[in-house]
């Protein structure tokens, strides 16, 4: 017989029906694991374990009611707002601020009966790939604590390996669902632009950024996007009307998909090992009756380019208002200016800063024009490349990462090779189109590799079923997991 924490959203319902556990047997069960677990891998930086119990504790007296998430455990990444708890995004700057109100994904998976157990790392800002950029210390992979998660929600991916939640949010503004859930052997999904509510996600590139879950499992993905989906009148960019049911049709197959798979792969600088699970995944896929097809993609590199230089522009626009006068860290000088400079110099950390002043250059009078105009330009034509080939296509297949998970310092020192491990994931940002990364297999190391599926905008409910078909194929939960005595008996660097 399974775990408490080993359950899946819906064996969690049948528990809860059948008498076996209540939603504080669970939570409480949580708990413990992150008592024992985290001190390793460091993924929360702020659990409410009183408040989550009581909410449990709640829901027990209440009944399921028929309430999709009825007790089951999230976590949610730090620059997600709750009404009254810390809310931080990793930064000196946000210290002692705590929101007035809850972002409009808390209040879905609360309403639907979920009990939040805690705000996890990530890169400050959710600046990063890697989860080092953190001013609170560095989140640990759980398959090798030495090796970096991935960024920026790396603190929800690994919670949900490490088996600390069934369930987390994470944020992705380049890549930052799908880049850590290869890394960490999960699923992680990034809607449609405006599919998710943005309302309550502190800003990063607001033209980029959506929320989304990472799980164990694919089922347990769709269960959950159901839920914080839908049109929010709090985000002018949400979209409107009703969002497609994900669970009805998620075991129907790929027999007729029209699957596009890039030609010129060789070309791609990519490990041995991920270049092999990307063909195995080719092999089944054809072996499937999918109508496979090669086709040109948009080119990746001019999409990391320009995903650099309009990221960095909307961080510059949208960090402008941590001046230390409206709320967060303060500098207390003899003169305004003085203020400003002390208050952002302490209180951001070097990526933000970094990416703040490249942000500013390329607004700036004399350069506007050469680089985020230009940029603009390129986006619109990534866009329309990607529509040219869901005209003919319902889903684009490529690996999620270059590599499996590199080590923790390896690339902090190195800015541009820390950002081309997003080369395969930003192209879905920029053009809004959904997208999913799915734990494929192992390296030769033994880290997880993940897969990704792209769908055309609005095609969540094809790019759920294809991920489901692969995950049964690839039965990778059945056949790979982290060495979890390690986490609980193990020792990490520096401690």
């Known amino acids: ?273 991920v270049r092999k699970s990307f063909d195995e995944t080719v092999d089944i896929l054809k072996g499937s009756e999918a109508d496979i097809s090669e086709v040109d993609l948009p080119d990746v590199d001019a999409s990391i380019a320009c995903y650099y230089i309009l990221a960095n522009a909307e961080a510059s626009s949208n960090l402008a208002r941590y001046d230390g006068v409206k709320y967060g860290l303060r500098k207390d000088v003899k003169n305004l200016v003085g203020m400003y400079e002390q208050t952002r110099g302490e209180g951001f950390g070097e990526e933000v800063k970094r990416r703040i002043l490249l942000g500013t250059y390329v607004l700036s009078s004399g350069y506007y024009d050469a680089y985020y105009t230009k940029a603009q330009q390129v986006k619109a034509l990534i866009c329309d490349g990607f529509e040219a080939i869901f005209k003919g296509s319902d889903l684009i297949v490529l690996p999620t990462t270059p590599t499996a998970a590199f080590r923790i310092g390896e690339k902090i020192d190195d800015p541009i090779a820390m950002y081309l491990s997003d080369i395969f994931t930003t192209p879905a940002n920029i053009a809004g189109l959904p997208a999913i990364s799915i734990p494929s297999g192992v390296s030769d190391d033994g880290l997880p590799i993940g897969m990704q599926l792209m769908a055309a905008a609005g095609n969540e409910q094809v790019l759920l079923l294809a991920a489901r078909f692969l995950e049964k194929r690839y039965g990778f939960c059945e056949k790979h997991q982290p060495d979890f005595g390690r986490l609980e008996g193990g020792e990490r660097d520096g401690k």
């Not at 708890?85 to 998976?109: H, K, Q």
């Not at 992979?141 to 690994?158: E, I, L, R």
């Not at 449609?192 to 164990?216: E, H, K, M, N, W």
Request: hydrophobic share 40%.
């Open 1 to 273: 017989m399974k775990d408490l924490t080993e359950l899946s959203i819906a064996e969690l319902d049948r528990a809860y029906a059948s008498g076996r556990a209540s939603p504080v047997d669970v939570v409480e069960a949580y708990l413990d694991l992150i008592d024992r677990r985290d001190e390793v891998v460091r993924s929360f930086l702020h659990i409410f374990g009183d408040r989550a119990l009581e909410r449990a504790s709640a829901l027990a007296a209440e009944g399921s009611n028929g309430r999709p998430l009825y007790g089951v455990p999230v976590a949610v990444k730090d620059n997600i707002c709750m009404r009254g708890l810390p809310t931080s995004c990793a930064s000196r700057i946000l210290e002692g601020y705590r929101p007035p109100y809850d972002a409009t994904v808390v209040e879905r998976l609360e309403e639907a009966g979920a009990v939040i157990i805690g705000k996890t790392n990530l890169d400050e800002f959710a600046m990063g790939s890697s989860t080092e950029n953190s001013a609170f210390g560095a989140t640990r992979n759980p398959w090798n604590p030495d090796c970096a998660p991935g960024g920026s929600s790396g603190g929800s991916a690994a919670a949900v390996a490490a088996g600390l939640v069934p369930v987390a949010l994470g944020s992705d503004t380049g890549g930052s669902i799908r880049q850590p859930a290869a890394f960490c052997g999960v699923a992680g999904l990034k809607g449609t632009y405006g599919r998710v509510s943005r309302y309550g996600l502190v800003a990063f590139a607001s033209s980029l950024d959506q929320i989304g879950p990472f799980t164990r499992n694919i089922e347990d993905c769709a269960r959950v996007m159901e839920v914080i989906a839908g049109h929010d009148p709090h985000d002018a960019t949400s979209i409107t009307g009703s969002p497609p049911p994900l669970i009805a049709g998620l075991e129907s197959g790929v027999r007729g998909l029209k699957v596009a798979i890039p030609k010129g792969t060789e070309k791609w600088e990519i490990g041995e090992d």
